[in-house]
């Protein structure tokens, strides 16, 4: 079981920092996904328009964490479009729209 709650982009900056990550600046929003030990095990942070800083704990993946990032963080919004920033093997930024249609685009994304 887990839970998910707003929380300071510090607590989250060692689980960034395991997952290879560097602690986003400026943040207006940041989440955190919980287990019932009271482990941080994901986080996710809007800026703006943007998503930044999600992040898994490695132990934890493949248990659709990412999935609850992204909903708690698109259902705090009232932003209509939000886009991700991502930072793949090659370390190639590339931004992608989200809009209304969010649960087909993550999953895209997610694959």
Known sequence: MYYVEEIQIEKAKELLEACGLSTPVGIDYTAGVYNDNGKLVA?????GDMIQGIAVDPAFQGEDLTAKVFTHLIQ????????LFTKGLVYK????LINSNFNHKIDSILS
């Open 93 to 96: 930024a590339s931004f992608v």
């Open 43 to 47: 986080t996710g942070s809007l800026k």
């Open 76 to 83: 705090t919004t009232d932003r209509e479009s939000l886009y």
